[in-house]
Nanobody
Framework: VQLQASGGGLVQAGASLRLSCAAS????????MGWFRQAPGKEREFVGG????????WYADSVKGRFAISRDNSKNTVYLQMNSLNPEDTAVYYC????????????????WGQGTQVTVSS
């Protein structure tokens, strides 16, 4: 199983980025997908999740209204659209997969990608 996150980069405050997470070795439509982030010196933090069909999404309060998760099961890919970025969003962003549940705890996820760096300058 491999989850390949991409799309990170260096942007200015107020900009937007879209991250992608391409899954292989599993049928992503059978998995809840989540996005997490980890800033230097901080614990890994839940960002948002999406149900297997894409019909349900849930977010951390810190990103609600700015970030949006979507998925294209025909491409085995999940996306994280990030708008109105601010320096506090600077972190390594990870995607993860779990078989079921509205999961927000990192330890409950079964598979992880390698992460992609997002840096927001002020």
């Amino acid at each position: 199983v491999q989850l390949q996150a991409s799309g990170g980069g260096l942007v200015q405050a107020g900009a937007s980025l879209r991250l992608s997470c391409a899954a292989s070795g599993l049928t992503s439509s059978q998995y809840v997908m989540g996005w997490f982030r980890q800033a230097p010196g901080k614990e890994r933090e839940f960002v948002g999740g999406i149900s297997q069909s894409g019909g349900s999404t849930w977010y951390a309060d810190s990103v609600k209204g700015r970030f949006a998760i979507s998925r294209d099961n025909s491409k085995n890919t999940v996306y994280l659209q990030m708008n109105s970025l601010n320096p506090e969003d600077t972190a390594v962003y990870y995607c993860a997969a779990v078989k079921r549940g509205r999961v927000v705890v990192a330890d409950d996820y079964d598979y992880w990608g390698q992460g992609t760096q997002v840096t927001v300058s002020s």
